[in-house]
């Protein structure tokens, strides 16, 4: 196999090369960052605890519950303890471009029920404690360069103060999570204290809870749970639909619509557009190689070489392009993770992702260099030999 | 060890816009052993035809074509490469020299096909070089060579595996008329030197005379063969 001459006939049009290589890079980084994006949501959902049911509205997520409910939930049996999780939409004073979740929540059950959750840094019994004080994820003290004891001031959207200042909360602690389903890109604070506020007029927006968390028993059958909280609620006077937590955070995607389908769609679209790029770029190499091809085989070479030159060269061509776009995805994965964590946490390039695109690499500079290889395996030697003019 | 080639009632047919063209017509032609052969005769003649089958690069409809003791119609397409690898070197009027690769890379190119390691290959394809003299224009690309220089590449690459054929179609005819002789005394040369049957195809009777014997085709039939050396022995030269 003349491997130099393969290597001068990439290197022989450099730009043609360097443009072809380039668009198999874009399109094989795009291809695993939709399969990251994709996997990283599978990862998320795959992640989600069995013992944990949320309750929320059977309307819509951003219809509120009754406070009265979590007494009544608490006392189904099966469930060992419960949560509140109320959204808060704040806006971060020092990044108002910037987002991240901020929840309402019970600081007595909520540690206990989600042992994915661990303290690095200040004291989570400081924070049930503190009214005031809230506890955030790790990525995002990272993200911000917060440190223990300091305040982050919130500037409500959904609940405002009435003195037109932002709301403070003191960081008493921060956590790191284990788990893909529990993203280390929130700040919770007491629900309480929320409530409290809008109660003594020190606050203006909705009373209510958006989701109770239901902690069950060892061995309690979920569904038993999920039927008795939904019979519960039938008649109102808010009714509600119990989901165990896979279900809502499936529910929750999809409000995006079927993003996995989507996803899928555009990387099969991506694929299409690359793999007739490349045999393009293929065939016009092996229309214009006909005269090298007829020399070789008349000095002797055998079909198959001639068939080789062109697949190897389609070949090396998308396999540049997949090395470089492997590499940029291994440089690029923490400032995406990090930027994604919020919404998919379990972000990342893992090893089927980056064999998904080293082989949709493989194939397509297989195939590609497959119909221009047969025409010249096929091609007489006479017949080349004419077409030198 | 030279061969003799021989064909025997060999012919060959084309087909072109719904016609077949007989281009070869039952041709019987004995040529020996180490002797430098032109082959003349008019356009349409079947002079590239026989070239194409002795060579090996395409096969009679019926006949036999013999180089040495082998028959090609008896080798299959791969045989066939192979034995073009080992034992004919082609030279042709175009240079056919691959652009991408220097001038010693286009000379190691049929010695990819021989079992030798990387060194013996660049050893004999220098020794090819020097012996057309292009010792120093070893790592010029062709566009870097002059059309005479190109066609001393192409010959070093014929002869780079050692075959007893060296089949030239025209190698002469895009050179001027200098470069065109020092072309013909080196295939010449390689005729008495290092005894190769050369076959070449010409329209020029002066790069003719350079041969032993000229051979004449006329309508896919042997015409008559010229004995260049008889008549040079007669004339005194």
């Not at chain 1, 038993?224 to 529910?251: C, H, I, L, Y």
């Not at chain 2, 019926?62 to 082998?70: H, K, R």
């Not at chain 2, 220089?149 to 595996?161: D, G, H, L, N, P």
Request: net charge negative; hydrophobic share 45%; glycine share 10%.
């Amino acid at each position: 196999m003349p491997w130099k001459l393969l290597l001068r006939n990439v290197l022989g049009h450099p730009v043609r090369s360097l443009l072809t290589v380039g668009a198999v890079t874009v399109a094989v980084f795009l291809i695993c960052m939709l399969q990251a994006v994709t996997s990283g949501l599978s990862r998320t959902l795959d992640a989600s605890a069995a013992n944990r049911l949320l309750v929320q509205s059977a309307v819509s997520l951003f219809v509120d519950l009754p406070l009265a409910y979590q007494q009544k939930l608490a006392a189904v049996p099966g469930v060992e303890a419960t949560c509140k999780w109320q959204w808060f939409g704040g806006r971060y004073e020092q990044d108002k471009g910037g987002f991240f979740a901020q929840f309402g929540i019970d600081p007595q059950t909520f540690a206990p029920s989600y042992p994915e959750m661990t303290v690095v840094a200040g004291d989570y019994a400081q924070f049930a404690a503190t009214r005031t004080s809230c506890i955030v994820g790790e990525q995002l003290a990272d993200k911000y360069g917060w440190k223990l004891g300091q305040t982050v001031p919130l500037g409500g959207t959904i609940f405002t103060r009435t003195d037109g200042r932002p709301w403070e909360f003191t960081i008493a602690a921060i956590y790191h999570s284990n788990s893909p389903a529990f993203d280390e890109q929130s700040l919770f604070f007491h629900f309480d204290y929320l409530h409290e506020s809008l109660e003594q007029g020190g606050a203006r927006g909705p009373q209510g809870v958006g989701v109770y968390m239901l902690r069950l028993a060892p061995g309690t059958d979920p569904l038993d749970v999920q039927r008795s909280v939904d019979a519960m609620f039938e008649n109102g006077p808010q009714r509600v639909q119990t989901t165990t937590e896979a279900e809502f955070n499936r529910q929750f995607i999809s409000m995006l619509g079927d993003v996995p389908a989507l996803l899928r769609l555009i990387g099969g679209a991506v694929l299409f557009a690359i793999f007739f790029a490349v045999l393009n770029t293929m065939l016009l190499a092996g229309r214009e190689r006909t005269r090298d091809l007829g020399i070789l085989k008349a000095l002797g070479f055998a079909n198959g070489v001639a068939a080789w030159l062109l697949i190897g060269e389609s070949l090396l061509l998308c396999l540049t392009g997949a090395a470089l776009a492997l590499g940029l995805a291994g440089a690029l994965e923490q400032p995406f993770a990090a930027a994604t964590a919020t919404f998919i946490p379990g972000f990342g390039f893992d090893r089927n992702t980056l064999l998904l695109g080293g082989g949709i690499a493989l194939v397509t500079g297989v195939v590609s260099g497959l119909l221009p290889g047969l025409r010249a395996a096929r091609l007489g030697v006479t017949e080349a030999l004419q077409e030198l003019g | 060890m030279p061969v003799a080639i021989t064909l025997r009632s060999v012919t060959k047919s084309y087909s072109r816009g719904g016609e077949t063209l007989r281009v070869l017509d039952e041709l019987d032609l004995d040529m020996d052993a180490a002797t430098f052969y032109a082959l003349m005769g008019p356009s349409g003649s079947g002079k590239t035809t026989l070239l194409n089958l002795v060579g090996g690069l395409d096969q009679a409809d019926s006949g036999v074509v013999q180089v040495g003791d082998i028959d090609l119609a008896e080798l299959d397409g791969g045989e066939l490469a192979q034995w073009r690898a080992e034992h004919v070197g082609f030279v042709f009027q175009g240079f056919n020299l691959l652009p991408v690769l220097s001038a010693r890379e286009n000379v190691e190119l049929p010695l990819l096909l021989a079992p030798l390691s990387k060194r013996q290959r660049r050893e004999q394809a220098e020794r090819a070089l020097e012996l057309v003299g292009l010792q120093d224009r070893m790592d010029h690309k062709p566009r870097e060579l002059s059309g005479g220089q190109e066609q001393r590449v192409a010959i070093a690459r014929a002869i780079a595996t050692d075959p007893q054929v060296i089949l030239a179609d025209e190698p002469t005819g895009d050179l001027d008329r200098n470069t065109a002789d020092a072309v013909l005394e080196l295939l010449q040369r390689l005729n008495r030197e290092l005894h190769k049957t050369i076959l070449m195809v010409t329209h020029d009777p002066q790069a003719a005379g350079y041969a032993d014997k000229v051979i004449h085709l006329d309508k896919g039939k042997l015409g008559r063969i010229d004995d260049n050396r008889a008549s040079s022995a007669a004339g005194g030269r």
